[in-house]
């Protein structure tokens, strides 16, 4: 499977946004998916995961409350949206697949498969 990723963008402190990730490929709902995230000097964290069928979510401590994972197996799309931003939120955020055989839901080494990236700046 690909991954395409989109949505990102600068917004102020406050604001929601809506990341995408489009996969195409291998049958999307064999897979869980998951959001990470990474800012300049800092490691890969963990966001946010999703289980095939989509009845099960992971989520961040840092996270949570403020981020919705959801997706949508008829359109291939996994969707993250994030409300009151914060200034720290600024990264680049990245999607991934794992087949759900050997899914780790937030271990980035539970993922083999990874989108490229979509920026999320957050002005204060």
């Known amino acids: 499977v690909q991954l395409l990723a989109f949505g990102g963008g600068l917004v102020q402190t406050g604001a929601s946004l809506r990341l995408s990730c489009a996969a195409s490929?291998?049958?999307?709902?064999?897979?869980?998916m998951g959001w990470f995230r990474q800012a300049p000097g800092q490691e890969r964290e963990f966001v946010a995961s999703?289980?095939?069928?989509?009845?099960?979510?992971y989520y961040a401590d840092s996270m949570r409350g403020r981020v919705t994972i959801s997706r949508d197996n008829r359109k291939n799309t996994v969707y993250l949206q994030m409300n009151s931003l914060k200034p720290e939120d600024t990264a680049s955020y990245y999607c991934?697949?794992?087949?759900?055989?050997?899914?780790?839901?937030?271990?980035?080494?539970?993922?083999?498969?990874w989108g490229q990236g979509t920026q999320v700046t957050v002005s204060s």
């Open positions: 991934a697949a794992q087949h759900w055989r050997t899914w780790t839901p937030d271990s980035e080494n539970g993922y083999d498969i």
């Open positions: 490929g291998r049958p999307f709902s064999n897979f869980g």
């Open positions: 999703i289980n095939w069928s989509g009845d099960t979510q």
